[in-house]
């Protein structure tokens, strides 16, 4: 069980914009939601982006999501350095019954 | 407010059991499916398993199939992850997770319990 793809790192300075991507297949990401998490040292992930585009709770508009195909992006606008945090993919495979995981994407706001 | 309380985590020996309890509170939990997922120390994050909301279905990933058995017992409103003849690898932090509308996908986290296999 391969582990959906997304880049180590990212960084951009502070009010620039950033994206984080995350790459699968027809069986996970090209059949159903993708949801986006935040996780900063020492703290449980926390739910971002859920059904691949739409904020949860109350997330700043900042943070966006699409999809398209068997990738998707997180968009973080107006970049803060408490953006600074891990980010991790996340999608439920209908052809192996698991729910993947991205390998996660660090995020530095110079 | 939805509320995950993991608990039963420790330093144990390899070859080992150790049975890690999860209390909820907050939702319905006899109507949501249910998740661990665990991180190990500078790593990220490894699905573990998923119970359905009645506990008829469990779904394991490939790596743990056999060794760990995910439970629920809905009049109590807790979930369970035995862990079996652990090993070095599986010292990680375990999270209960609560599923997003029966989808697959995590909606809320618990804070975590630390398993540590070490000799």
């Known amino acids: 069980q391969s582990a959906l793809t997304q880049p180590p790192s990212v960084s951009a300075a502070p009010g620039q914009r950033v994206t984080i991507s995350c790459s699968g297949s027809?069986?996970?990401?090209?059949?159903?939601?993708v949801c986006w998490y935040q996780q900063f040292p020492g703290m449980a992930p926390k739910l971002l982006i859920y059904?691949?585009?739409k904020g949860f709770s109350v997330i700043s508009e900042r943070f966006s999501g699409s999809k398209s195909g068997t990738s998707a992006t997180l968009t973080i606008t107006g970049l803060q350095t408490g953006d600074e945090a891990d980010y991790y993919c996340?999608?439920?495979?209908?052809?192996?019954?698991?729910?993947?995981f991205g390998g996660g994407t660090k995020l530095t706001v110079l | 407010q939805v509320q995950l309380v993991e608990s039963g985590g420790g330093v144990v020996q390899p070859g080992r059991s150790l049975r890690l309890s999860c209390a909820t509170s907050?939702?319905?939990?006899?109507?949501?499916?249910m998740h661990w997922v665990r991180q190990a120390p500078g790593k990220g994050l490894e699905w573990v398993a998923v119970?359905?909301?009645?506990?008829?279905?469990?779904y394991y990933a490939d790596s743990l199939k056999g060794r760990f058995t995910i439970s629920r017992d809905n009049s109590k409103n807790t979930l369970h992850l035995q862990m079996n003849s652990l090993r070095i690898e599986d010292t990680a932090v375990y999270y209960c997770a609560k599923d997003l509308a029966n989808s697959g996908s995590v909606e809320y986290w618990g804070q975590g319990t630390l398993v540590i296999v070490s000799s």
């Open positions: 119970t359905s909301y009645d506990g008829s279905n469990q």
């Open positions: 907050g939702f319905t939990f006899n109507r949501n499916a």
């Open positions: 996340a999608a439920w495979d209908s052809s192996l019954s698991v729910t993947m």
């Open positions: 059904d691949s585009n």
């Open positions: 027809s069986s996970n990401i090209g059949r159903n939601h």
